[in-house]
């Protein structure tokens, strides 16, 4: 009999346990439409393609927080980054046409080099948490930009190469 008693609690604990564990999973879930569901409230012309809007004031999710360009190109940096940018990338972008990712031409009048290096760096993370992202995944497709674990110098040597592109 106790030992009926004692396995009847360890049972229902048992249960409300994984249902805790449900709950917060549902929760989760729950924040993560209302996430998208304000996203979209704060883009009303949602018709605009992610890679055509603007948003300049999102820096994305990843290593890189805050990021300043100089004024000036650096001539040097930007052929150091054209390199890598041959070698890694152009598998999938076209400098000036949409191929299987979008074109980086002019993609720091559209992003903060802040988003374009996290972008870079932290794609498989941004492509889940980041609202821009998520529909940039979304419009090319479900196809999502590879991480070509480039170190933060190398991907600041192709940000400056992008600065080139018009
Ligand atoms: C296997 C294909 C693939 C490779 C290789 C790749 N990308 Fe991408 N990239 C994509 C796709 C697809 C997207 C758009 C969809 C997405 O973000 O998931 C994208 C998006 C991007 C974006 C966002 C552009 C925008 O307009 O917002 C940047 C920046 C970018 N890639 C840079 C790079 C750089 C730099 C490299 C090389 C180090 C690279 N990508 C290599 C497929 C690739």
Redesign the pocket.
């Given at each position: 009999m106790k030992l009926t008693i004692k396995f009847i609690s360890i049972l229902s604990l048992l249960i409300a346990f994984s249902c805790g564990e449900k709950e917060k999973k549902e929760s989760y879930s729950l924040e993560n439409g209302n996430a998208v569901e304000e996203t979209k409230k704060a883009e009303p012309v949602s018709s605009v393609k992610?890679?055509e809007r603007i948003d300049l004031t999102n820096k994305g999710v990843g290593p890189v927080k805050s990021l300043t360009l100089p004024a000036e190109i650096d001539p040097a940096l930007v052929l150091q980054g054209q390199d890598?940018?041959n070698k890694?990338?152009?598998?999938?972008?076209k400098p000036n046409e949409k191929f299987?990712?979008?074109?980086?031409a002019g993609?720091l009048e559209?992003?903060t080099p802040e988003?374009?290096m996290n972008?870079?760096l932290n794609?498989e993370v941004?492509?889940v948490q980041d609202p821009?992202?998520k529909d940039?995944?979304m419009?090319?497709n479900?196809?999502?930009?590879?991480n070509?674990n480039?170190t933060e110098d190398?991907?600041r040597a192709?940000l400056e190469y992008?600065r080139t592109l018009k």
């Open positions: 992610a890679s890598i940018y890694m990338c152009t598998a999938c972008h299987i990712g979008p074109p980086p993609v559209r992003r988003w374009v972008m870079i794609p941004m492509i821009l992202a940039l995944l419009e090319f479900g196809a999502p930009m590879a070509q480039l190398q991907a192709i992008f």
